[in-house]
């Protein structure tokens, strides 16, 4: 039978896999590797560097594929990600075969933690037969984002909404929640609101050396946030972020 394990590795800083990632890590028989395509090969590069440095089981192989593109033409938003993930599953079913036959542990990095806006778990559960799923979790980027700002993440007995930047811009600040973490968003979402009362903190490359933290009041800080977020994407062809909007119960 195959074992996926499924590791989290936090932001891309090997001082933040956990003793559980590393022994997982060394106890798989194989690692695989995706590429994105040249633009996006730091991202490739980090998971090796993380090898590099933690695996040092000798008989632990990588082996790198390149992972299936999203196809942009399908207009369907949910549509599109399903055969996405249809095909990054067979993509898997493809190098397992190849490298392990039927039998043996197969390890993948997942950015952040699995359980946390990721999809590896979603995608896990399309192979046939069922493999066995390890998941390692990870330090997600929330927590990294509030260290770095030296902040809490939540006011004293008071909720708190992680969401996308897609549901902000389309629906506006939730009922009910001060204090709004969001992921996932391509377009700078925060500007769609009134900033009137609220404080954002931005942070891209989380955890990694290239780390960038800016905040302050929404109104003077978003348009910082959106030259410095264009400038550092021309530059390194990649870009993950993640910001925290908190906003006083008045406004």
């Known amino acids: 039978m195959i074992e996926l394990i499924l590791v989290g590795i936090g932001t891309g800083n090997p001082d ?29 590069g980090l998971r ?12 632990t192989r990588l082996v790198e594929f390149d992972l299936p593109v999203r196809d942009p033409t399908t207009p369907d938003y949910r549509r599109r990600v399903d055969d996405w993930h249809d095909a990054i599953a067979a993509a ?25 806006y990721d999809s590896t778990l979603r995608i896990a559960g399309r192979l046939t037969p069922a493999p066995k799923i390890t998941v390692i979790p990870g330090i997600t980027s929330i927590q990294t984002l509030c260290a770095a700002h030296a902040i809490p993440l939540n006011e004293i007995g008071a909720p708190f909404l992680v969401t ?24 700078c979402a925060f500007q769609t609101l009134p900033p009137e009362g609220v404080q954002i903190w931005w942070t ?26 264009a400038a550092t994407r021309a530059a390194h062809g990649w870009l993950m972020d993640i910001y925290l909007l908190r906003r006083s119960s008045a406004a």
Do not use: F
């Open 48 to 59: 090796r560097d993380i090898c590099a440095e933690v695996v040092t089981n000798p008989a």
């Open 204 to 229: 891209a490359y989380a955890g990694m050396a290239e780390e960038i933290n800016i905040a302050g009041p929404l109104a003077g800080t978003g348009p910082e946030i959106i030259a410095r977020r």
């Open 16 to 44: 933040h896999l956990t003793r559980s990632a590393v022994t997982a890590l060394n106890r798989a028989d194989l690692i695989l590797i995706p590429r994105k395509g040249p633009d996006k090969d730091d991202l490739a």
């Open 164 to 187: 996308t930047g897609r549901r902000l811009r389309d629906h506006g600040w939730p009922e009910g929640v001060d204090t709004l973490v969001v992921m996932l968003d391509g377009d």
């Open 92 to 116: 898997w079913a493809r190098e397992i075969a190849a490298h392990l036959g039927d039998t043996g542990r197969v390890a993948l990095l997942v950015w952040g933690d699995p359980a946390l």
